[in-house]
């Protein structure tokens, strides 16, 4: 994981905070999970990073790549 990817995590306010990888300090914090993702991915997609959205038990739902994709081979 790059230090520039971010994670849409559950926080313990019943919110949802945007944290870059590594990181333990939330960027932003916001009260729903939708609001956190538009903001933790157009941020990803600014710097070509990966999302990676979280439910509420802090297991992974979902990712989303932004720039960081493999080369297509032929064939």
């Known amino acids: 994981?790059?230090?520039?990817?971010?994670?849409?995590?559950?926080?313990?306010?019943?919110?949802?905070?945007?944290?870059?990888?590594?990181?333990?300090r939330a960027s932003r914090v916001f009260d729903?999970?939708?609001?956190?993702i538009a903001y933790a991915r157009s941020h990803a997609k600014k710097d070509k990073a990966e999302l990676y959205i979280h439910k509420?038990?802090?297991?992974?739902r979902d990712r989303d790549s932004y720039g960081n994709d493999?080369?297509?081979s032929k064939g």
């Open 56 to 60: 509420k038990d802090g297991t992974i």
């Open 32 to 36: 729903t999970q939708a609001q956190a």
């Open 1 to 24: 994981m790059s230090k520039k990817d971010r994670h849409v995590v559950p926080n313990s306010d019943n919110g949802w905070s945007v944290r870059r990888s590594g990181s333990e």
């Open 70 to 72: 493999p080369k297509k």
